[in-house]
């Protein structure tokens, strides 16, 4: 078969102090059984952990590697950098601290170029969590869990089909030129928040199980907390600009941080019996951990894992500020 019968794809990297996983995200990306040609442009944001000079090196030593300056050190205007910069027709997503499967990337062209005539214009899989401290392996372990992030599937799995949005994903460049690319107004849930476009516009989003992405977890409460907090606010920055977006699995984690705060005041303040529903939320985490838990360590600590979660999450999405994507434009042009 001939060069033709393998369209040229375009990786695309976001990478902002990302020193201790970068090396074995591009090894990942560059080590793929794809036959056609593969290029992996880096779009490198002002680090401070030797980030960017390792991208200069790695580019120096690697044909394949275009590395190009974000100044802003944002997520989607690096995304757009990126896209902007490339020359083939697909774009395959992935972060400095991730890592696709040697057959990542000829799985995913064979799907999309399949599913192609029915309108797909995005595929995406599994965002397989996986830690190499206990920390982090047991963050894995929640983020895998139902309890821990809800049903999503490509957190938890589940059968091939559309979907409303996926981890990363691999597109046809077309269908991202033709909606202006990522919202460089959006610091976090850019992802969402473009496949949603993609579908506004007559695309459909795929998921396959098949497809599958090593994630690394943050490595300690201070950061997993930070990065729920973010993931909230966010969101409910999408809620408001795409009105209709919400689901039950979003709200649920507003809700128990609303019930669990009145609970703790009331029950301070009036009667022991408010306790109830803090006490309950507690024992469901408990005993999740318990059932999530492979070891006893684990059980221990994916309680205050999971809370911390939820409560991020939800405790950003109720105070996100309205102004928070008129913040987001200022830095983009900023």
Not at 71 to 87: E, I, Q, W
Not at 295 to 317: C, D, K, N, Q
Request: proline share 4%; charged share 20%.
């Amino acid at each position: 078969m001939n060069s033709v019968t393998y369209p040229g794809v375009s990786v695309i990297m976001p990478v902002l102090n990302e020193f201790n996983h970068l090396q074995a995200a591009v090894r990942a990306a560059l080590a793929q059984d794809y036959p056609g040609e593969i290029e992996l442009i880096v779009a490198v944001g002002p680090s401070k952990d030797g980030t960017e000079e390792l991208v200069h090196q790695i580019a120096l030593a690697e044909r394949r590697v275009k590395s190009i300056v974000n100044p802003s050190g944002r997520t989607a205007t690096a995304l757009n950098l990126a896209v902007d910069n490339s020359h083939f027709d697909y774009i395959v997503r992935i972060d400095g601290h991730s890592e696709i499967e040697p057959s990542y990337i000829s799985r995913a062209v064979a799907i999309l170029r399949e599913r192609e005539r029915d309108g797909v214009v995005n595929v995406g899989g599994l965002m397989a969590a996986e830690g190499t401290t206990f920390f982090e392996r047991t963050v894995a372990r929640a983020m895998r869990s139902p309890l821990g992030v809800g049903s999503s599937r490509f957190h938890v799995g589940g059968e091939a089909g559309e979907s409303d949005t996926v981890y990363l994903g691999v597109f046809k460049k077309s269908a991202l030129v033709a909606i202006g690319g990522f919202d460089q107004r959006f610091t976090r849930a850019q992802d969402w928040e473009l496949n949603h476009r993609l579908r506004l516009n007559g695309g459909k989003v795929w998921f396959d199980p098949t497809l599958k992405v090593t994630y690394r977890p943050r490595s300690n409460f201070r950061s997993l907390a930070k990065q729920y907090f973010e993931y909230g606010r966010w969101r409910r920055v999408v809620s408001r600009q795409h009105l209709g977006t919400v689901n039950f699995r979003y709200l649920a984690a507003p809700f128990a941080v609303a019930v669990n705060s009145l609970s703790l005041v009331l029950g301070l303040t009036n009667s022991f019996v408010f306790f109830a529903p803090v006490a309950l939320y507690l024992a469901l985490m408990i005993l999740g951990g318990m059932v999530i838990g492979k070891s006893w360590g684990e059980r221990f600590l994916l309680p205050m894992v999971m809370a911390t979660m939820h409560h991020s999450w939800g405790f950003g999405f109720l105070t996100s500020p309205k102004r928070l994507l008129l913040q987001g434009r200022m830095k983009s042009n900023g």
